[in-house]
């Protein structure tokens, strides 16, 4: 409760922020878009995680004005970087409340019609919504896709990974959890299994993003066995907006 009411002033005193971290072109080691990420520093509570509080704002319903927040004004970033660099994918993580309300299709139609045509919207859902036995979640996607949006599987690995949803829903892109990438240089089960998850989703025809490559090693391991992007401190954690000009303009 008190939590949840530290939220509420949160967003009147302007506590809310977005942070971004590269996606990274592996072979090129270029920038092609970014994951947008919330932070909150507030100044009863100080810096608080997104693991911690998203899912408070999700049980108490200020996801919907936090998730809008964040869609609107991760747009006009992503736009922006999106005419300066020819062509740029912003990716951004969907509460399952938010998916599930009936504003969200409306408000992604909205910005996507704003939006210019350089900028690939990628929405990240997590295994636990398509687990969900419900007609309105695969209609939901239906109605993204029509819209351009493309799809992703965040975390994938650690869920209820019932493979089944692959051949389901429309999904773009698998985004390998860090937990497997940490320890591919180590460990022969997290080799077997990254390669694995690589080599289905080549033969799916699906996008796949690394994430959590630390250290070179986890890089020479992802390129060996031809996985196309990543994202990971090796490169860059999230960063404000200027730092992140400033990455596109200088490289990494
Ligand atoms: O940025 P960090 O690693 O602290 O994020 C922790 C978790 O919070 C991650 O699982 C991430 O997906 C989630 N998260 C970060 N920003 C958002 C957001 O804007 N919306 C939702 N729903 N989840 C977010
Ligand atoms: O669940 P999701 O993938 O959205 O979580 C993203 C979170 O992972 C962010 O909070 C971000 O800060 C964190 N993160 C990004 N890169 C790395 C990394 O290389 N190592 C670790 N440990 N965390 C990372
Ligand atoms: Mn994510
Ligand atoms: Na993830």
């Not at 942070?19 to 009863?44: C, F, H, K, N």
């Not at 969907?94 to 009936?102: I, M």
């Not at 409306?106 to 687990?131: F, K, N, R, W, Y």
């Not at 490559?213 to 200027?242: M, N, T």
Request: charge should be negative; glycine fraction near 6%.
């Amino acid at each position: 409760i008190e939590i949840e009411s530290h939220l509420r002033q949160a967003r009147v005193q302007g506590e809310l922020s977005l942070v971004y971290q590269p996606l990274v072109d592996l072979q090129r080691r270029q920038i092609i878009g970014a994951e947008t990420l919330l932070r909150w520093t507030s100044a009863r509570l100080g810096e608080m995680s997104p693991e911690h509080f998203i899912p408070i704002a999700e049980d108490s319903g200020a996801i919907q004005e936090i998730g809008t927040m964040v869609l609107q004004s991760a747009f006009v970033q992503g736009a922006l970087w999106a005419r300066q660099m020819g062509a740029f994918r912003l990716s951004v993580n969907v509460s399952v409340r938010q998916f599930k309300s009936p504003d969200f299709v409306p408000l992604i139609a909205g910005l996507m019609a704003e939006a210019p045509p350089e900028l690939v919207l990628d929405l990240e859902l997590t295994e636990h919504l398509l687990m969900e036995d419900d007609h309105k979640v695969a209609e939901t996607l239906l109605q993204l896709k029509k819209l351009g949006v493309h799809l992703s599987i965040d975390d994938f690995g650690t869920g209820y990974s019932s493979l089944s949803y692959l051949k389901q829903f429309p999904i773009d892109i698998l985004k390998i959890d860090r937990a497997f990438v940490r320890d591919v240089d180590q460990d022969e089960n997290s080799a077997s299994l990254t390669r694995a998850i690589l080599s289905m989703a080549k033969s799916l025809n699906l996008d796949i993003v690394a994430e959590g490559i630390e250290r070179p090693q986890h890089l020479d391991f992802l390129l060996k066995h031809a996985c196309p992007w990543g994202q990971g401190y090796l490169f860059s954690e999230p960063v404000q907006p200027a730092r992140f000009d400033r990455l596109l303009l200088e490289g990494l």
